[in-house]
T-cell receptor, first 114, second 112 residues
Framework: EAQVTQNPRYLITVTGKKLTVTCSQNMNHEYMSWYRQDPGLGLRQIYYSMNVEATDKGDVPEGYKVSRKEKRNFPLILESPSPNQTSLYFC?????????????FGSGTQLSVL | AQTVTQSQPEMSVQEAETVTLSCTYDTSESDYYLFWYKQPPSRQMILVIRQEAYKQQNATENRFSVNFQKAAKSFSLKISDSQLGDAAMYFCAYRSNNDMRFGAGTRLTVKP
């Protein structure tokens, strides 16, 4: 089944403790991206990647890191999480970056930073 | 930068009735796509419908249709014969080759 697999689904952590949210797609998609969803703000892009070893900042990249060493994986890293990073996170992918391509989303990660 | 505005944080509709969700956007580009995504309580993001900016004909998918007004930069979603399963958060989205943006969302309640 074609899908974007995102883990974990829920995560509670404390300020400053490094964490990684994993994202993997099995559709050979070139484009992958991370979003955070906050009430009243919708989804805002954190980082995106056009292909392997090609990543770029989105609108809210501060406090986050990503890597794209393999085409299928695009992990989101929070080196030193803070309470303002408490949010719902989504990984998404599409065949390419072209505008007609719809995004395939993971099931989301609800992160709470205490 | 492009922006997407959904001016209705919440909407409600009676089952079997019709409801329209509003979306406006701002862009200087001529080639882009517009999307509506549905997010039910399960949190899964589901594509409802998409519209190519170059096509004048409004997209339709079963009970879902759009009213695309390119000059006015408006892209509303009409849901006909509303069902209980339509209750969800709906996000309007814009995508060009260089940008992808979402609106803040409209929470739709369907009353039995």
């Amino acid at each position: 089944e074609a899908q974007v697999t995102q883990n974990p689904r829920y995560l509670i952590t404390v300020t400053g403790k490094k964490l990684t949210v994993t994202c993997s797609q099995n559709m050979n998609h070139e484009y992958m991206s991370w979003y955070r969803q906050d009430p009243g703000l919708g989804l805002r892009q954190i980082y995106y990647s056009m292909n392997v070893e090609a990543t770029d900042k989105g609108d809210v990249p501060e406090g986050y890191k990503v890597s794209r060493k393999e085409k299928r994986n695009f992990p989101l890293i929070l080196e030193s999480p803070s309470p303002n990073q408490t949010s719902l996170y989504f990984c998404a992918s599409s065949l390419s970056r072209t505008q007609r391509e719809k995004l395939f989303f993971g099931s989301g990660t609800q992160l709470s930073v205490l | 930068a492009q922006t997407v505005t959904q001016s209705q944080p919440e909407m409600s509709v009676q089952e079997a009735e019709t409801v329209t969700l509003s979306c406006t956007y701002d862009t200087s580009e001529s080639d882009y796509y517009l999307f509506w995504y549905k997010q039910p309580p399960s949190r899964q993001m589901i594509l409802v419908i998409r519209q190519e900016a170059y096509k004048q004909q409004n997209a339709t998918e079963n009970r879902f249709s759009v009213n695309f007004q390119k000059a006015a930069k408006s892209f509303s979603l009409k849901i006909s014969d509303s069902q209980l399963g339509d209750a969800a958060m709906y996000f309007c989205a814009y995508r060009s080759n260089n940008d992808m943006r979402f609106g803040a969302g409209t929470r739709l309640t369907v009353k039995p």
